[in-house]
């Protein structure tokens, strides 16, 4: 059990590019999230899977977001067209029951 | 606007003093839960109270549920340069996601 895996763990882009992140959940676990946070801020719900389903999305989640989990193990969010306000910290979390939920480091997108 | 306040938004204290955070809404919660989180890093849990009224204690931390299922407190007794950080609570209203509140973050000076 290695944990929660983000990559990258850094990214830096210009805006109008695309961006894609992926999160390796601890294996076991069903439940996957993903969440924003921004500097002083607690983090932001963005979208939920169980197994493969994504079962909820925040309308924080514009039509440039997208999130899978094509087998039920790792995920991908990527970012169409990203802005500078997307700028952030992009956390996964992963968990088996609801009252544990076990974070990786994120991925701090910057837009330039 | 954020479902969980959290007071205060900024703490810093001498090394061996005592605090206490407050995290506060008017939506009811069937558990809540207090994360740590470290520059660079994603929350790492503490604890989950889940009854109203509970206290649970973690070494110097000591957390409080309220009886309402409303709000939480987290105090700290002795504080120590490692337990720097920014403090998290979520709240769980049986949905798919965890509310977060706007954090507290607490700098001890040694």
């Known amino acids: 059990d290695t944990g929660v895996s983000q990559n990258p763990r850094h990214k830096i882009t210009k805006r109008g590019q695309n961006v894609t992140f992926r999160c390796d959940p601890i294996?076991?676990?069903?439940?996957l999230y993903w969440y924003r946070q921004t500097l002083g801020q607690g983090p932001e719900f963005l979208t939920y899977?169980?197994?493969?389903?994504?079962?909820?999305k925040s309308r924080l989640l514009s039509d440039r977001f997208s999130a899978e989990r094509p087998k039920g193990s790792f995920s991908t969010l990527e970012i169409q067209r990203t802005e500078q306000g997307d700028s952030a910290m992009y956390l996964c979390?992963?968990?088996?029951?609801?009252?544990?939920?076990?974070f990786g480091s994120g991925t701090q997108l910057s837009v330039l | 606007t954020q479902l969980l306040e959290q007071s205060p938004q900024f703490l810093s204290i001498q090394e061996g003093e005592n605090l206490t955070v407050y995290c506060n809404s008017s939506?009811?919660?069937?558990?809540l839960q207090w994360y740590r989180q470290e520059p660079g890093e994603g929350p790492v849990l503490l604890v989950t109270?889940?009854?109203?009224?509970e206290v649970k204690k973690l070494k110097r931390l000591t957390f409080q549920f309220g009886d309402a299922r409303k709000d939480s407190s987290l105090h700290i007794t002795a504080a120590q340069p490692g337990d720097t950080g920014l403090y998290l609570c979520?709240?769980?209203?049986?949905?798919?996601?965890?509310?977060f509140g706007t954090g507290t973050s607490l700098t001890v000076i040694p």
């Open positions: 979390a992963s968990s088996l029951s609801r009252e544990k939920l076990f």
């Open positions: 294996s076991e676990h069903n439940r």
């Open positions: 899977f169980q197994n493969e389903a994504q079962l909820e």
């Open positions: 939506s009811v919660f069937s558990s």
């Open positions: 109270v889940v009854t109203g009224g």
């Open positions: 979520a709240g769980d209203r049986s949905g798919n996601q965890f509310y």
